[in-house]
């Protein structure tokens, strides 16, 4: 159930909806105009906090800026939302699980990031990406070393 905020004369009708906000987010993105974007994300969850989507969005943009913190905070949200686990949501998991991953990496709580691949491979067993994902960063644990690279492990797209 959508939460509109109240109209006031400078609020477009537009403005008011999520997934407009949303739409509006994810051109900002691909302009890479993160700030922005994560603007619009922030705009839509105050209107619409129940949505994974936004969340899992914007966590991405936090990726791109190197919040990885921040990062981790919206994917733990929006897996608080993908309840219960049920096969429609299954992939939004996946995703979700990977990113937060892979914010972990960049943290340097490989433990934690493992946790999130292997849920993430389990929900997912077929993904070749994510498998070679789980298979460097076991190898990276295995060194007793992070590398702390420019790239997040896997594509946060």
């Given at each position: 159930?959508?939460?509109?905020?109240?109209?006031?004369?400078?609020?477009?009708?537009?403005?008011?909806?999520?997934?407009?906000?949303?739409?509006?987010?994810?051109?900002?993105?691909?302009?890479?105009?993160?700030?922005?974007?994560?603007?619009?994300?922030?705009?839509?969850?105050k209107?619409?906090?129940?949505?994974?989507?936004?969340y899992?969005?914007?966590?991405?943009?936090?990726?791109?800026?190197?919040?990885?913190?921040?990062?981790?905070?919206?994917?733990?949200?929006?897996?608080?939302?993908?309840?219960?686990?049920?096969?429609?949501?299954?992939?939004?998991?996946?995703?979700?699980?990977?990113?937060?991953?892979?914010?972990?990496?960049?943290?340097?709580?490989?433990?934690?990031?493992?946790?999130?691949?292997?849920?993430?491979?389990?929900?997912?067993?077929?993904?070749?990406?994510?498998?070679?994902?789980?298979?460097?960063?076991r190898?990276?644990?295995?060194?007793?070393?992070?590398?702390?690279?420019?790239?997040?492990?896997?594509?946060?797209?």
């Open positions: 159930q959508t939460v509109l905020k109240p109209k006031d004369e400078d609020t477009k009708d537009d403005e008011r909806n999520p997934v407009w906000l949303c739409d509006k987010a994810g051109v900002f993105y691909k302009m890479g105009n993160f700030p922005a974007a994560i603007n619009a994300y922030s705009e839509a969850i209107i619409s906090p129940t949505l994974p989507k936004l899992i969005n914007r966590a991405s943009c936090y990726i791109v800026l190197n919040l990885y913190e921040d990062a981790v905070i919206d994917c733990t949200r929006a897996l608080d939302l993908l309840t219960p686990p049920v096969e429609a949501n299954r992939l939004s998991r996946v995703r979700t699980l990977a990113k937060r991953g892979s914010a972990f990496c960049q943290l340097g709580s490989l433990d934690r990031a493992l946790e999130d691949y292997e849920l993430a491979s389990k929900l997912s067993p077929d993904n070749d990406s994510l498998r070679r994902d789980l298979d460097t960063l190898a990276q644990m295995g060194d007793n070393t992070l590398i702390q690279s420019e790239q997040p492990l896997i594509s946060v797209s």
